[in-house]
Each structure stands twice: as structure tokens, then as C-alpha cells.
């Protein structure tokens, strides 16, 4: 399995499709302290490809007093994207095991159930 990594900048949109070679999975992070970062969400998830199994993760939940979006309106948006959700820090390293724990028995299960 092959990760990649980009940040959500207009800048790099021309080069996703480039280096993201027929991804299987997606693991897309916002911050919980903009809506407008979870609104950006779906746009990058299609750049990926729309459909595929995978992680919205709500990033920086150790900036209560600060945040914007709460975990139902993160919930609702991972539902509509077909993505489980997740919430965590990893600033202070709080929530960020699950989601890789979730996509690594996802994978498993798909290859296991394709041979």
C-alpha cells in the first residue's frame, strides 16, 4: 500500500492527478476550528476519486475553545462521502491510531475477500 500526502492548497490541485496514481483508499483531513476546511473536503476527496473507501478524520480537537465544526456536522459530511469518521489531535497525538487501524483492516479485508 502506498500513501501520499498533500496539503489542501489550490496550488497543488494540477499535480494531484499527476502523482496520484489509481488510489484504492482515502484518508482526508480537516481542522475542526474552520468550516471552511470542511467544506473544501469533498473537492479534494474527488480529485482522488469519488466512491472509494476511506477516513475523514477532524484534525486539531485540543483547540476546544476554538472550535467550528462539531463531530455531528463531521459525522454528516463522512456519511455523504461514503467515509467513516473520525476525530482526534495529532498535535497532542490524541485519535490518530484509529483511523490507520481502520483503513489497515479495511485493506486487509478487501484483499483477503479478492483471492
Known amino acids: ?7 489542501g492548497h489550490k496550488l497543488y490541485t494540477d499535480c494531484l492527478k499527476r502523482y ?11 481542522d ?3 468550516e ?15 466512491g472509494l473507501p476511506g477516513v475523514l478524520f477532524g484534525n486539531k480537537t485540543d483547540l476546544v475553545g476554538r472550535r467550528a465544526v462539531s463531530p455531528g ?15 482526534g489531535s495529532a498535535k497532542e497525538h490524541d ?9 489497515a483492516h479495511t485493506w486487509h479485508k478487501r484483499c483477503r475477500d479478492e483471492t
Request: hydrophobic share 50%; proline share 5%; aromatic share 16%.
Open 36 to 50: 471552511e476546511s470542511l467544506v473544501a473536503v469533498p473537492r479534494w476527496v474527488s480529485l482522488a476519486a469519488g
Open 1 to 7: 500500500m502506498l500513501l501520499y500526502d498533500s496539503s
Open 95 to 103: 485519535g490518530t491510531d484509529e483511523p490507520f487501524y481502520f483503513l
Open 32 to 34: 475542526v476550528t474552520s
Open 20 to 30: 496520484w496514481h489509481a488510489p484504492q483508499m482515502v484518508l482526508a483531513v480537516f
Open 73 to 87: 456536522a463531521g459525522e454528516a459530511a463522512a456519511e455523504k462521502l461514503g467515509l467513516e469518521y473520525f476525530e
